[in-house]
C-alpha cells in the first residue's frame, strides 16, 4: 500500500522534476557554456534563475494576495461590528463574515496562494538534488547531457566551501559547508522575518492591529522563521539558497507596492501622502483623498440592480381603468 502512493506521488511530481530540471539545464548551459562560468558557480546562478522565473510566473497571483490582504485589513472594521452583534452565535458570525467577504470581492485564503504554489516547486527542487547527490538521474538531468549530468551538480562547491547537494545534517561533511549552510538558515530567517514585519508595521492601520486578523499576523510573524530556521537544517545547500533568493525577491517586491501603492489609513499611506504633496506643491493630497475614496467604493458591498416597472400596451392600460372604475349609485 505504502509503494502504491509513493508510486502515485511519483507520477504526479514527475512533470515537476522534468520542468525544474529542465530550467536548470538551460541557464547551466547558458552560464557554464557560453559565458565559460566554473561549475559551482553556473549552477548556483541557475539555482537563482529558478527562482526568478517561478517567482515572475507567479506576479499575477502576487498582485491578488495584495488586492486581498488590503481589503482584509480595511475591512476590518466591519468585521469588529459583526463580532460584537454575532459574538453570541458563532455560526451567525460565521456565515455574516463570509458574506461581507463575498460582496466585496475578498478571499481570505488568496494571501497563501503564492506560497502554497511554490512548495510543488521547493519539493521538486528537494528531490533533484537529492537524487543528484546519489548520482541517479532524475527529470532532464541524465548521463547523456555531458556537464549536466547528476554528478556534475551534485558535486559542484558554492562560494567554494560546501556542495550544492550537502546540508548541515549530511553524513561526513566538514565545518566549512555546516558554516555555509548555517549562513543561508540565517539568511533566509531574517528576511522570512523581515518581509512580514514590514508589512505590519508600515501598511495595516490601526484597526486591523487588533483582533483575530492581527493575531494570525503576529503568529507568522513569530512562527514562520522559527519553521524555516528547523526545517533549513535538514535542507541541501541548492534548496537554501533557492529559497533565501525567493525571501529576497518577496521582500523587495513587498517593498515597491508598500511604497508606491500603499493601504490607505498606514504609516505608508502617510508617508506618500507627503511625497506626493512635496512633489506636486500640495495637489498631491488631492489624489491620495481620491484614492481613499476608489478603495471604500471597491469594498461597498454591491447594491442590487432595480427593477423597472414593465410597460403597459393601450389595451392593458384601459383593461386597468375598467377594473378599477368605480360603480355608479342606482
Known sequence: ?????????????????HLTSGILIVFHTLFAEKLAMPAGV???????GLT?????????????????????QLLQPKVKELQKKYGHDRERLTQETMKL?????????????????????????????????KHKQVGFLTDDHVGSDPESLSESVIFGLAQISDAFLSTGVDLSTQITTAGLVVLMTITTFTTQRQLMRKNMPESALTGQYAQQQ??????????????????????????????????????????????????????????DAAKHGGRGATAVTDVIAMESEDLKPKAAPRVQPKKQ???QRKGGKRGTRPALPE
Request: charged letters at 10%.
Open 1 to 17: 500500500m505504502i509503494d502504491f502512493f509513493v508510486s502515485i506521488g511519483e507520477a504526479i511530481m514527475w512533470p515537476l522534476y
Open 42 to 48: 553556473s549552477w548556483a546562478l541557475s539555482i537563482i
Open 52 to 72: 526568478v522565473v517561478i517567482r515572475t510566473l507567479l506576479i499575477p497571483l502576487f498582485v491578488k494576495q495584495i488586492k486581498n490582504s488590503r481589503n482584509m
Open 101 to 133: 467577504y463575498k460582496e466585496t470581492g475578498t478571499n481570505p485564503l488568496a494571501s497563501c496562494l503564492p506560497l502554497i504554489l511554490q512548495m510543488p516547486i521547493f519539493l521538486a527542487l528537494f528531490r533533484t538534488l537529492d537524487q543528484a547527490a
Open 218 to 275: 503576529k503568529i507568522l510573524l513569530y512562527v514562520l522563521p522559527v519553521v524555516f530556521a528547523v526545517g533549513g537544517i535538514f535542507f541541501p545547500v541548492g534548496v537554501l539558497l533557492y529559497w533565501s533568493t525567493s525571501n529576497l525577491w518577496t521582500m523587495g517586491q513587498q517593498f515597491y507596492v508598500i511604497r508606491n501603492n500603499p493601504t490607505p489609513g498606514t504609516p505608508a499611506f502617510d508617508a506618500k501622502t507627503a511625497r
Open 313 to 315: 400596451t393601450r389595451s
